[in-house]
């Protein structure tokens, strides 16, 4: 039988078949994924063969397809781990807010770096509009602005606004949907109000440190009604980037990507080098500032893959 990984709480996985069965399966021998060092062999979103263990009336995975694409982390507490999140994702969304938490914006670039280099095409959904002062909704303008000419589509809302929310539900329907962000910035309320059948569990911030309070602890996968799917991840205090090369780093990047060429030197890596075409748009203001200080704030840490905490 073939089916998809729907949810994992570690040995154990949920599949939905693809008869619309929910099967409880295990593992048969182990599973490790070719260049892939994970704590999780599978995860969801994962296509899977699997057979049946009427015994127990269960079922045993026993092969894997191929996946379209992926999207991993540094694990969090094996740090020369890795742990991947979901699988086989038509389209992310990081779901950013300005205020009670805010979202840093290297958090933000590294999220996209990470879904560049892993083939997903991603959005940012900034949440929470409602409670800006007159100058967060000018420093929000401003961020749409810049990451909407990178090529990344922005959606602006309160996830408790049904009539913001229908769009979002909309272009949604009939495909893969992953939702992120950082603990506290509304990914419950958005998928509830998403798909209200699903009432899952919220939480309020903690007065303390104006931070979320996990709520979700395995990522999980919800068929929506209107078709396809949307998978609520844990919230992430730290994003730390995996398998990629300093000299690879400004290619995930696009507006750097798309100069980089017009560097003085082929092997310019955009810190010193003389007559280097990103540092020049740097200073013409056509590069971000706060985009490169993302670049060299990861090209000069202690390794790539380096925890970043806002």
Known sequence: MIGTIIKSTGSWYTVLADDGQFIECRIKGKFRMEGIKATNPLA??????FDMDHDNASGIITAIHKRKNYIIRKSVNLSKQTHIIAANIDRA???VT???PRTSLGFVDRFLITAEAYHIPASIVFNKVD???EEGLE???RLTELYSKLGYTCYTLSALKESDVTFLRNKMANSVN?????SGVGKSTLINSIEPSLSLKTAALSEAHNKGIH???FAEMYPLKAGGFIIDTPGIKELGLVAIEKKELAHYFPEMDAIRHLCKFSTCVHLTEPKCAVIEAVENGTIAESRYITYVTIMTGDELGKKYQD
Do not use: F, M, R
Request: hydrophobic content about 40%.
């Open 93 to 95: 969304y990081l779901l």
């Open 139 to 141: 420093e929000l303008k």
């Open 44 to 49: 969801v979103g994962d296509k899977v063969d």
């Open 98 to 100: 300005l205020a009670q």
């Open 178 to 182: 992953l939702v992120s962000g950082h």
């Open 131 to 133: 409670i800006y002062t």
């Open 215 to 217: 709520t979700t602890t």
